[in-house]
């Protein structure tokens, strides 16, 4: 089975879109891989994990780094800060949000981080993090180190998702912990929820959960990881305490781009970045802060200088925005395709398998780029096949597929993008497919 062509057969205009010769915008699918640099032989059906970004932006990338290069202190010290600030501005207004209550980390978990290192936990040993099970892996283990280093202040409570369920369900369930946490002489202190979780890929009822932990004076810790690019995001109308997402899944932005959003009322529960660096306000001194560049507000100031790194990705979320919009049409377009194409795509792909796609009745769980598809295997007589059929998928097809256990079965989340189309879907259900028959004939416990 061999990966796609990718020869170009498009021009860009003055105004930077791609247009086929006959002047039309090129339609979404493997024509759009002329933007990307994927290797040839490579078929990318895994954009949930790492994202990609486009040539055109990868190369503005590689122009900052050149300018660091060329003028370091000028660049760094005079020039970034500016730049920064328009792509706070880009992304914020994407999302419905204040400029001033956004800033750049370099990841989504880095954000939860963040949030979780900098609340201060009552003495009385009450406060709890309420998350659900299913939890993206790192920010779960990021709640058990601050309970373990909490001095026994803080506890956490897991809240059991097992899918398929309806939102009214999910509600429920945390409805039953914030109440079970204050008969156990517990507080629900902050909730840990995703907008749409890793594994399996499926979108969480974020809207009335953030409701209902302002309803039950319970902080909401939104982490949209998978979000911006993906859905429609208002922050205004949402009004979480914190949230966070991931620029370079998404969004098109190199790696590793990510925001933090924290609302001007909580913006003094966050005193230090990750590491803390000069934009940090000392309680016991003052010190020097060697950057001349300060911004007016102290929540973003902490944020415009964390240490030495690479700030190009940052810097390059302004431009990815505009690509999307002159390239790919913009965001009410690509959402529509993605989404579809995840729902469809997900769909013949449990065709070829015999099998289905993970999904509600009223269907608010797949509203989102992603497909969780059941595999014609069962994991008590397959213990290992889910790493070796990933092994497998790179070695022999060029590819990578996520494959997990849930709910007692075999899952595989595929990612739906504008450089896919519904062939890949299929393509992708014929892979899976003579991998489960290879994983009867035992040759994964070979």
Not at 3 to 32: E, M, V
Not at 50 to 74: L, V
Not at 413 to 438: H, K, M, N, P, T
């Amino acid at each position: 089975m061999s990966a796609h062509n990718q020869g170009s057969d498009s021009l860009t205009d003055t105004n930077g879109a791609s247009r086929s010769h006959n002047g039309r915008l090129i339609p979404f699918g493997q024509r759009l891989l002329q933007h990307f640099e994927f290797d040839p032989g490579h078929r990318n059906l895994n954009h949930g994990s790492f994202g990609a970004s486009p040539r055109e932006i990868r190369n503005i990338m590689r122009q900052y780094q050149d300018r660091a290069e060329a003028k370091p202190d000028q660049f760094i010290r005079y020039e970034t800060p500016d730049i920064l600030n328009e792509s706070r501005a880009a992304v914020a207004r994407l999302l419905n949000a204040p400029t001033d209550t956004v800033v750049f980390v370099s990841n989504a978990t880095t954000g939860v981080n963040i949030v979780l290192r900098n609340i201060v936990w009552n003495d009385d040993c009450k406060d709890e993090i309420l998350s659900f099970t299913t939890i993206y892996g790192a920010c779960g283990k990021t709640i058990d180190y601050v309970v373990d280093s909490g001095l026994g202040r803080v506890s956490s409570r897991e809240i059991l998702l097992t899918y398929p369920l309806e939102d009214e369900e999910i509600i429920a369930a945390l409805k039953d912990a914030i109440a079970d946490s204050a008969r156990d002489g517990k507080r629900a202190r902050i909730c840990v929820f995703d907008v749409v979780s890793s594994l399996p890929g499926v979108r969480l009822p974020f809207e009335e959960i953030t409701r209902v932990c302002k309803e039950e004076g319970v902080l909401s810790l939104v982490d949209g990881a998978q979000g911006i690019g993906m859905i429609d995001i208002d922050l205004e109308g949402l009004d979480p305490d914190f949230f966070v997402s991931n620029c370079h899944k998404w969004l098109h932005v190199p790696r590793s781009s990510a925001i933090l959003y924290v609302p001007l009322r909580n913006q003094a529960l966050i005193s230090s970045s990750l590491p803390t660096s000069h934009g940090y306000v000392s309680k016991s001194r003052k010190r020097f802060n060697p950057l001349p560049k300060a911004h007016k507000s102290v929540f973003v100031n902490n944020f415009q200088f964390v240490g030495t790194l690479d700030t190009s990705p940052y810097l390059c979320a302004k431009d990815a925005i505009t690509w999307r919009e002159q390239v790919l049409g913009g965001e009410a377009r690509i959402l529509e395709y993605i989404q579809t194409l995840a729902r469809e795509g997900g769909k013949e792909a449990a065709r070829v398998l015999g099998t289905e796609v993970l999904d509600n009745k009223s269907g608010s769980m797949s509203r989102c780029a992603i497909a969780n598809v059941a595999l014609p295997l069962k994991p008590e007589d397959a213990p290992n096949a889910a790493e070796w059929m990933q092994e497998k998928m790179m070695s022999d097809y060029k590819t990578f597929i996520p494959v997990f256990t849930h709910n007692s079965r075999l899952w595989a989340r595929i990612s739906a993008q504008v450089y896919l189309d519904i062939e890949d879907f299929r393509w992708a259900g014929q892979v899976l497919l003579e991998l489960c028959e290879r994983v009867k004939k035992g040759q994964a416990n070979a």
